[in-house]
């Protein structure tokens, strides 16, 4: 009896703890970026694919970004919790919710012309509304609302028709309809949630409605894990994958067990990384639809995006919001179908590739299938010739990817350099291709980085440093408007002398440069003394105040010339910078800048 009476406490104890630390994440903690690292039987279409279509469909598209005449920016589809609208209140947008312009077989003719390989939808966001058949809820689109029809069957079936993975995105821990479900504070006493009950009694069974009653899924994608333990997020997991053992569970899951790894909202790893992964962006500046929000994202971006990520690796899934009636935005339209063309004619080049072994240059990335090196050019060397460096295997053949044209080129030591034909300035990525002999060379990470007359700008990233003392890399986040997500890799922490940071570059053509530095600074660090030193030479520059660090603000970063630098000869050089006193933290320093004058 006197154990009983002990242990209780304890075990209230353990459990306010477990429930504080399941309710406390940030935003960076619940984006679970870990993976089990397991080796998947059915990963090779997904290692393949490389190009998604995410789609935020659901009440907030009804409501397109404004609530009661005041008008809300960022995503669409927290505005729930953003205007802190009632449940009851919110409930109400279903009896208005009548997508009768939703149209399964267009959606999907439109993700094929796009180059889409896979397409995940929201069956449930965070405010809780099913966009599908549900039994456990009446809370859902064919219950409360005048549509009465299930789009995620049409949809299902729709993709599959046309050669299209399909898979459904489930919000299985957020869940602001429900008295215990995550993150709902304006409505319920978060200190009385059973989180157990919450996944008991709905998102479980939903779940498994999800991955029973639509077919083979490709993809379960998962949003904000909480609530559970390691084990018992295995034991869903577990139950999951024997309804439907060939689908993929994305890692946010929770607790390191997803089946691939996703970064945070709009966000690409700096290096190329050998996991199975994906990256994630909104097509403008929301998840869901907002009527204003009309910053879309032009093919050219899209297009360029789409081999930044591939020649890391990864695979790219981009978002669409449709509207409250069932229409695709037109720059959505617009631009996939732009993306589509781009693909039939160079889609090699992205599909089935991996990260190509020379890394990225002024002039465009690289990508890798079997002996084939993709040159994605996005900006063209003036003079024509193109240097791909670190290239030791002997060279068979070179030549246009659109038109299989040969090129001429020549090979010194490990440098490739090639002749390009005339194209156009604007082109999103004119793509070439290097056959070769032999086995792919290994990825160098710390090869000098590429600086060229032939280009208006040399962008080092600080990803290419050598950091000492206390300086180090790191991701900074942070936000433009509410959940519109941003990232930077920064060299931060240099406060002493001994805190620097070093980059190597190579100059191939001799010649006036200016250094820019390229920096975020706050109020605290305004006004130091730091020093340059490149080819023999040191250059003092006093920092800027640009703005304080706050992730759930915009982070002002300045390119501030300092110095002036002159190459007499082509060749490799160490650039190194570093505080001059003792102080707080010199900048947040995002690149290094070379420009010829």
């Known amino acids: 009896m006197k154990t009983r009476i002990v242990c209780l406490p304890i075990a209230v104890l353990l459990f306010a703890m477990n429930h504080a630390a399941c309710y406390g994440q940030s935003m960076e903690q619940m984006w679970d970026t870990t993976s089990n690292k397991k080796q998947q039987p059915n990963a090779q279409w997904f290692k393949e694919a490389k190009f998604g279509l995410f789609i935020h469909w659901g009440l907030y598209s009804k409501l397109a970004g404004s609530w009661k005449g005041k008008r809300y920016y960022g995503s669409g589809e927290w505005i729930m919790n953003v205007a802190k609208i009632p449940v009851r209140e919110y409930e109400k947008v279903a009896a208005d919710f009548n997508p009768v312009n939703f149209n399964a077989t267009k959606w999907a003719m439109l993700a094929r012309e796009a180059g889409i390989k896979y397409l995940v939808i929201t069956a449930k966001h965070h405010e809780g509304f099913a966009m599908f058949d549900s039994k456990v809820s009446d809370y859902n689109i064919v219950k409360a609302t005048p549509y009465k029809n299930d789009p995620m069957k049409a949809l299902a079936e729709a993709t599959r028709k046309q050669g299209i993975r399909f898979g459904f995105y489930y919000s299985q821990f957020v869940d602001w309809h429900e008295p215990n479900g995550g993150k709902n504070t304006w409505d319920f006493d978060e200190s009385k949630k059973d989180y157990q009950l919450y996944y008991q009694q709905k998102a479980i069974p939903q779940l498994k409605e999800l991955l029973t009653n639509y077919g083979p899924l490709g993809i379960v994608w998962f949003d904000l894990p909480g609530g559970l333990t390691k084990q018992e997020t295995q034991s869903l997991v577990d139950s999951l994958h024997k309804l439907q053992p060939q689908s993929l569970f994305s890692s946010r ?230 959940g519109d997500w941003k990232h930077e890799t920064c060299i931060t922490g240099m406060k002493a002398p001994g805190d620097s940071t070093t980059f190597s570059i190579r100059v191939t053509q001799p010649g006036d440069y200016s250094v820019i530095l390229d920096y975020s600074c706050g109020r605290e660090s305004a006004g130091q003394e730091g020093r340059v030193t490149l080819n023999g030479n040191e250059f003092l520059f006093k920092t800027l105040r640009t703005s304080e660090y706050d992730k759930a603000a915009p982070l002002l970063f300045i390119k501030k010339p300092v110095a002036i630098v002159n190459f007499t000869k082509a060749g490799v050089y160490s650039l190194n910078i570093h505080p001059i006193q003792q102080g707080p933290e010199l900048f947040k320093l995002k690149s290094v800048i070379l420009e010829p004058m």
């Open 253 to 482: 899951v929770g607790q390191g067990l997803g089946d691939y790894k996703d970064f945070g909202d709009s966000e690409i790893p700096p290096v190329p990384i050998n996991d199975l992964w994906e990256s994630i962006y909104t097509h403008n500046d929301s998840w869901g639809y907002i009527r204003h929000d009309m910053n879309f994202k032009s093919s050219k971006e899209i297009i360029q995006l789409l081999a930044k990520v591939a020649s890391r690796g990864g695979n790219l899934m981009l978002n669409i919001g449709p509207d409250g009636e069932g229409n695709i935005p037109y720059y959505s339209v617009k631009y996939l179908k732009e993306t589509g063309r781009w693909l039939q004619a160079n889609g090699e080049s992205i599909y089935g590739t991996e990260y190509g072994f020379v890394p990225a240059q002024p002039w465009g990335v690289t990508t890798r299938k079997g002996s084939k090196l993709f040159l994605h050019v996005f900006n063209r060397p003036k003079d024509g010739k193109l240097l791909a460096p670190g290239f030791p295997n002997a060279v068979r053949s070179v030549y246009s990817l659109a038109d299989k044209k040969s090129l001429a080129w020549k090979k010194t030591n490990t440098d490739l350099i090639i002749n390009l034909p005339a194209f156009k300035s604007d082109a999103p990525s004119t793509v070439f291709v290097i056959e070769y002999a032999g086995g792919a060379p290994s990825y160098d990470a710390k090869a000098p980085v590429t600086i060229s007359s032939q280009f208006e700008t040399n962008t080092v990233e600080a990803i290419k440093a050598t950091t000492w003392g206390e300086a180090a890399i790191k991701s900074i986040t942070f936000s433009h408007y509410y």
